[in-house]
């Protein structure tokens, strides 16, 4: 069964410093889908980034990056230049390929972020 | 304005009640997901509809029911028989089923 793991509970970063959040993830499968999601205070989840397992590039969205290393099946989250708006909880996501689009969530990361 | 809602924001249940959550979206999304979260958990996936009419369990399904009757509905009821109902619901909905998911605003129901 697929797995997803957020071992860093809670982050703390001071602002417009950078600051990287970590995923793992488990499975067999060679088609897949990666996501980040954020959750401000309001608890709306918000997607922050999405990443297709068969494309080499690392996607970018803004200040917000991520490091995709398949053979590792490591998919960590780079915040750059972090601002207080970034304060949330972020979730890292799984979804295999192909018909179904079931996703497995990590169990998240706290981001602080000091003035 | 596009997007998904749910109502109402915060819902109290007594025991022993069935009680239903909202969820709209005018997106023209095909597929619609329920999800749970509780503290220091990620989402767990309880139902999920790909098309009118038709919708299948997720991982914690019991005790929980749902219908898609309306494409752009997709009303979750939590029934007595759900032992532990207090939590966050979070709907979501894709274009298609394999599409990214985005979500509403959610619901806090707790059991009184």
């Known amino acids: 069964a697929q797995t997803v793991t957020q071992s860093q509970p809670e982050m703390s970063v001071q602002e417009a410093e950078t600051v990287t959040l970590s995923c793992t993830y488990d499975t067999s499968e060679s088609d897949y889908y990666l996501f980040w999601y954020k959750q401000p205070p309001s608890r709306q989840m918000i997607l922050v980034i999405r990443q297709e397992a068969y494309k080499q590039q690392n996607a970018t969205e803004n200040r917000f990056s991520v490091n995709f290393q398949k053979a590792a099946k490591s998919f960590s989250l780079k915040i750059s230049d972090s601002q207080l708006g970034d304060a949330a909880m972020y979730f890292c996501a799984y979804r295999m390929g192909g018909a179904t689009n079931k996703l497995i969530f990590g169990t998240g990361t706290l981001l602080a972020v000091q003035p | 304005d596009g997007g998904i809602t749910q109502s109402p924001k915060y819902l109290f249940r007594k025991e022993g009640q069935n009680v239903t959550l909202s969820c709209e979206q005018n997106l023209n999304h095909d597929a619609m997901y329920w999800y749970r979260q509780d503290p220091g958990q990620g989402l767990r996936l309880i139902y999920y509809s790909q098309i009118v009419n038709d919708f299948q369990k997720g991982d914690i399904a019991e005790g929980y029911s749902v219908s898609r009757e309306k494409k752009e509905s997709f009303p979750l009821t939590v029934t007595s028989a759900q032992k532990n109902p207090t939590a966050f619901y979070l709907c979501?909905?894709?274009?298609?089923?394999?599409?990214?998911?985005?979500f509403g605003p959610g619901t806090r129901l707790t059991v009184l």
């Open positions: 979501a909905s894709s274009w298609t089923n394999t599409d990214t998911q985005y």
